[in-house]
């Protein structure tokens, strides 16, 4: 295995973990821009009003994309077999 073919699985690990992380990072800017909003319109400055909306929607996130995300990590883990197994 070469340089440019271990660039290339690094490149794509990180390329997963972006694709995985971002429905639960957007989300979760989604909801708090929503109460920061909401926070600058009331004038309500409670710094605890954030998580447990948050917290809400981030596992709701999880819940809704878990099987995306898990198959997402199942078609690179193959892919990553299959390297490897051409290699020896």
Do not use: C, H, Y
């Amino acid at each position: 295995m070469n340089e440019a073919a271990v660039v290339e699985v690094g490149r794509e690990a990180l390329w997963v973990i972006l694709k995985i992380a971002g429905p639960i990072m957007a989300s979760g800017l989604a909801i708090g821009l929503l109460i920061a909003l909401f926070q600058a319109l009331t004038t309500i400055q409670e710094m605890t009003l954030t998580f447990v909306p948050k917290i809400i929607v981030i596992f709701t996130a999880v819940i809704i994309f878990l099987p995306w995300m898990m198959q997402t990590v199942t078609v690179f883990t193959q892919q990553l077999f299959d390297r490897m197994i051409s290699l020896g």
